[in-house]
């Protein structure tokens, strides 16, 4: 998966993501879930005022975590019984 950072980093990040797990919901329809993470560091990407916050804040670490979620026609008007 490839997500743009914004305008001012132009370059993609690139988080490898494993399927934490999969099934069929009570309510209907399917879901998965993914998560992944990585590490950032600013001075990959020129910061000049990143010294200023001290050497702990040069990595950054990202974690992602995503559910995905399949619906039936059925499961997406459920009525009340």
């Given amino acids: 998966m490839r997500l743009p950072l914004c305008s ?9 993501v494993t399927r934490m797990g999969s099934g069929k919901a009570p309510w209907g329809g399917y879901r998965r879930g993914f998560e ?5 560091h600013l001075s ?6 990143a010294r200023l916050l001290g050497p702990a804040a ?3 670490r990202i974690w992602l975590s995503l ?4 619906q039936t026609p059925k499961s997406r008007h459920p009525r009340k019984r």
């Fill in 8 to 16: 001012h980093f132009p370059s993609l990040i690139v988080i490898a």
């Fill in 36 to 40: 992944g993470n990585t590490t950032r």
């Fill in 44 to 49: 990959d990407y020129q910061m000049k005022k």
């Fill in 58 to 60: 040069e990595k950054i």
């Fill in 67 to 70: 559910e995905e979620i399949c």
